[in-house]
């Protein structure tokens, strides 16, 4: 399902929920960059959804980012 939420993500009226899915099917592959990539492209998007900072600050800890993990908690 990755590539078919690339795609999604490629339209210029992509949406936050097309990159938070995108995201979360990164994370379920365990491509830690790319799942963060895709949240703060989410959080862009949307900044009111706590679950897209949630999902973002996960990722950062997972690559050891800890300024930006703390960022995306606030």
């Not at 999604?8 to 799942?35: I, M």
């Not at 973002?56 to 800890?66: I, Q």
Request: glycine share 4%; hydrophobic share 30%.
């Amino acid at each position: 399902p990755i590539s078919e939420y690339r795609l999604a993500t490629n339209s210029p009226d992509a949406t936050g929920l097309c990159f938070y899915h995108l995201g979360t099917a990164y994370k379920k592959s365990r491509q830690w960059k790319n799942a963060a990539e895709a949240y703060q492209q989410a959080v862009d998007r949307d900044r009111t959804n706590p679950l897209w900072h949630f999902r973002l600050a996960g990722m950062c800890e997972k690559l050891r980012d800890w300024r930006r993990a703390e960022s995306a908690y606030r």
